[in-house]
């Protein structure tokens, strides 16, 4: 991740309005704050962290509720670039995931490389191997078989 330490700290107080504490689940800007979910999010869309940051330094220094709001009137496609990369980030945290009840692919919290080798290794592999799964079609009236 290459946001600046004031970009970051704009990002975190923008997670912290947007997704606060509940009652079971943490506040966004507790649980990114070591940067390695967002950093995680970046890497999953990198032309996400360029916009993230142009966002950051125009709000920066504004009341993170405030400019929120104004951000989905004015830019709405701004606004879904910051939510996707906060959300994202914040439901692939294990302590998150507990809290809403889903703790991920037991027991291998699930994220977003996981989720490839489950489907290589595990769920793919095994079908590759196997018979056809299908019924054949069956002759039309008037077709001689093959």
Known sequence: M?????QFATLLALAGALIPAG???????????????????????PPLEAVVAQICDRLRGQDPATALRSLAEVDPTEFDALTT???G???????????????GQIPRPAGLTEAVDDLEEELIA????SEPRYRPT???PGESPA
Do not use: K, Q
């Open 23 to 45: 009652e079971r689940e943490p506040a966004a800007d507790t649980v990114l704050a070591d940067g390695y979910w967002l950093g995680r999010g970046f890497a999953a869309e």
């Open 85 to 87: 990369v906060v959300a």
């Open 126 to 129: 095994p079908m590759l191997g």
């Open 138 to 140: 069956p002759d039309r």
């Open 89 to 103: 980030a914040y439901y692939m945290v294990p302590e998150v995931r507990v809290a809403i009840g889903y703790p």
């Open 2 to 6: 290459s946001l600046t330490p004031a």
